[in-house]
């Protein structure tokens, strides 16, 4: 069941407006998609968070604009970085009926095998692209690194899956990795030795015969 979210119209892209808008509680935001072109919104900021908590990433909201019902997902939703505010909103409209794609967060449990023995867990995907419904997209994928040793890697196939989604990755591609731990006191490359002691060595012959023709040529 799709959450109901209060938004209202707004006329001007200034950003005085916005600033005051900003300062009132309010963030800006855009509706486009499905059966709609693109509209500038207000929307509350409270009630959003509010929201946006009870659906999640991928849940279904539905906003009323001029009298008409849109079930819409957040596109994009950017952060302030310092004061952890919302300073914007996408929204963008979809059909119920038609499967569309979204990422869907993966997390993982457990302490690696390797991990305790002093390995170095390394994510490689924070998130995975799904094809679903939009009801029936997967709030958050989960998965054990408990089994993993110092140079076993988690893949998409290692992911749970379901009938009602579509992971849209290769089977084999690497979600986690446990990798050795890194020598904290790495010896000293040979080639880099050679090369510091060359920039110490003292001119070749080469060199110094080429210095004193120079001087040479300059009494003359």
């Known amino acids: 069941m799709a959450t109901n979210l ?3 119209k707004r006329k ?4 005085s407006f916005l600033t005051e808008l900003r300062n009132k509680g309010h963030v800006p935001a855009n509706l486009y998609g499905y059966g709609t072109e693109s509209v500038a919104l207000s929307v509350d900021e409270p009630e959003f968070i509010k929201a946006y908590r009870e ?11 001029d009298g008409k019902d849109y079930s819409v997902m957040v596109q994009e939703m950017q ?8 300073t914007h909103i996408d929204f963008i409209a979809i059909d119920l009926n038609k499967e569309t794609e ?3 967060p993966v997390v993982l449990t457990g302490e690696s095998a390797g991990v305790k023995e002093g390995g170095i867990l390394q994510r490689i995907h924070a998130t995975v692209n799904v094809k679903a419904l939009p009801s029936d997209f997967p709030e958050q ?10 140079g076993d890697s988690l893949y998409v196939k290692d992911l749970p899956t ?3 989604y579509e992971i849209l990755h290769e089977e084999d591609e690497v979600i986690a990795s446990v990798t050795p731990p890194k020598l904290q006191d790495e010896e000293t490359d040979p080639e880099t030795e ?27």
Request: hydrophobic share 30%.
């Open 194 to 220: 050679e090369a510091d002691e060359a920039g110490d060595a003292p001119e070749s012959s080469e060199s110094v015969a080429d210095d004193s023709q120079k001087g040479q040529e300059e009494e003359k």
């Open 12 to 15: 001007t892209e200034k950003r």
């Open 141 to 150: 994928l989960e998965a054990s690194v408990e089994e993993l040793n110092i």
């Open 79 to 86: 952060v302030h970085p310092l004061k952890n505010a919302v």
């Open 102 to 104: 979204a990422e869907v």
């Open 162 to 164: 379901g009938s009602k």
């Open 6 to 8: 209060t938004v209202e």
């Open 55 to 65: 659906v999640g990433k991928n849940g279904v909201l539905k906003l009323k604009v």
